[in-house]
């Protein structure tokens, strides 16, 4: 790295002549050029591990990640053909100046400090120039490039360990004092997950002497508020734009063109990278889903900032599903198809998040979506889920609970237990633990009982047609599990035709004790239980009985990744309910046949933008070994069986 740390003087000059010959007025980063880069894979590949990375509170980068890798070689390439590095400059100049910061982050933190308290240097000074004569910010917010992520990573922990808690020159001490309370709100603004209330914004800017960044953060934070979307209040026409580029302004005036060595940029206790970065994470996200989908780009609504679950969302162009539960609803649907007609599905989804799965259901199924019931207790995500029904026009068809589930009604607490990966609510549950510290919410409670009172029997309210409706329950509860399932109603049996539930291994005291009691309650209702995640024939019903069987194979896993942060999925179905064929070697064979020349190659070879590999998560035994073949997304990892569900 070391080595890369040598800039050529030939090279700088050429490199600065190129980029502020023209403001940069398009970051779309589309166009064809002759670099050979492929900038929207670049940016899709960055955005994801970015999302992943950032979840972290360690500000080096993870080399051992594949996309660091290519990102590394690519950039490697760069710096050392200055020929190449301008045409890669005119072409995606964001994906450039990206590219660049990454260099910078994969540093030693000795090293970045030594880079930072520099006043030249070859990497985060030639970034911070590009920011102040080169970049419209608004832009770089819009583009989908996690540059103001990678800032806001290094100015967090610069801040905390280096926090400048002075005014730069005596002009800004007499009112420093009255900027400070402001500060602090922010700051804890921040660090809740919150966005920053108008009150607070308009009550800094309204003071006649105030510094300039003040006056940015207070634009920069009213920025992040107005953009979104609200009813009937509209959207915004505007207003985020000017505040970003006036912002912008004073700071590049008043910090990036005096020079001040980058320590000083990043440890200024204002966080200006951090409210850009939010500024950067788009509240609505347009899915990409394969062409089978009735409606194949649906609008999922996601949270406006730094978030493990959304920066998924937002990085792959799909829902944060479980790809397991999307093959159960599949195959319930096509087993509820006859030659005449096709089936329908209700869901009833438990702990739905953003509603991933919900959203994803409706899209894929359509019509035959005809019900599904979506519960969430935390506020703010089941605000999100709400507007994700109302951008796709669903209201008819989804209705959104903010509740959380268990084994009675009324009112309750729930516990956020503390981030997990960059999640500010993984882990949330109705139940607290003796010496653990958590954020309390008050919430309503509900059950399953209530939840599915209005849920017919029989298929489409006891009419005689020619398919059947079946009704999905999927749960994810964390240690809340069994307290949902003991708030089932006494006919559960006749109420679903199949469960898809996570059991989080961690989340139990005893993980074995509460696997068992599981088993003991699905099959008092004569369920088949699988395992998904294990077995390639597990949508196939066994011939004899399988509890031992079952069980020896859970307390094995339970055993193997105690402790590891594991997540078991179980699938729980009525005998002979779903259509499975064999996994066998001739059905693989014709996988590979179809993947070489079939419309799912097709189809991807034409996508702008591959997704990461890991934006394809819970894939079923079965899909794993049929994406071996070359099965692929567009058969949902089912290859030529897909066609037939």
Sequence with gaps: MRALAVFGAAHVALYLTSCRAQHLTDLSCQTPGSSGINWPELRSNLSFYMGMNLASDDITLDPQSPVFRDAWDLWYKLESDASLAVKAES??????????MLAFMALSEMEMFEEMVKAEGWSIHEVFRFLAETMDWHLIVASGWPLFGMLAKCEKAAIERLAIHSPLNAYF????????????????????????????????????????????????????TARIPRVPLGRDSG????LVRRAAYLLNAELLTKQFPPIIVLSLRWPKFQLLDRLSCSPEVVLRLPAAASVRQPKLAVLPLREKVSDVVRACQMPYCDLDFQELALRAAASASSPTAAGRLRIVEVGANLGDCTVWAAAHFGRRLVRATAVEPVPVIADALRRSVELNGWRDRIEVVEALA?????????????????????????????????????????????????????????????????????????????????????GLGRRVDAVWLAFAIDHFTSPTRAAMHLTDFFWRWRF?????????????????????????????????????????????????????????SSLLLQTGQDASSGPQRQQDQVEASPRPIGCFFGRSARQSA?????????????????PRL
């Design 173 to 224: 001490e007499s009112i420093w004092l009255s900027e400070v309370p402001f500060l602090q709100n922010i700051e804890g603004y921040l660090r809740s997950w919150l966005s920053v209330p108008i009150a607070d914004s308009a009550l800094v800017l309204s003071y006649p002497e105030t510094s300039p960044f003040a006056r940015a953060i207070g634009m920069l934070a009213l920025a992040d």
């Design 528 to 584: 088949v239980l699988a395992l998904p995640g294990m077995d390639s024939n597990w949508c196939r019903s066994p011939r004899r009985d399988h509890r031992f069987q079952f069980s020896s194979r859970v307390r094995s896993f339970i055993r193997e990744n105690y402790r590891k942060g594991k997540v078991m999925t179980v699938v729980a179905f009525k005998r002979g309910s779903l259509r499975c064929p064999p996994l066998t």
């Design 239 to 242: 207003q985020t734009i000017r």
């Design 91 to 100: 072409e995606c100049m964001a994906g450039f100046v990206t590219l660049k």
């Design 626 to 642: 049929l994406q071996e073949q070359g099965a692929d997304y567009e058969s949902y990892f089912l290859g030529p069986e897909f």
């Design 406 to 490: 268990g084994n009675r009604s009324g009112q309750g607490t729930l516990h956020l237990l503390g981030q997990a990966a960059g999640n500010p609510f993984a882990g949330a549950s109705g139940s607290s633990f003796s010496g653990i510290e958590s954020t309390k919410l008050g919430v309503k409670l509900t059950t399953l009982t209530e939840l599915m009172q209005n849920y017919p029997r029989v298929a489409v309210m006891g009419r005689k047609l020619p398919f059947r409706t079946m009704t999905l329950l999927k749960i994810w509860a964390y240690g809340d599990l069994l307290h949902v399932l003991r708030g089932a109603p006494p």
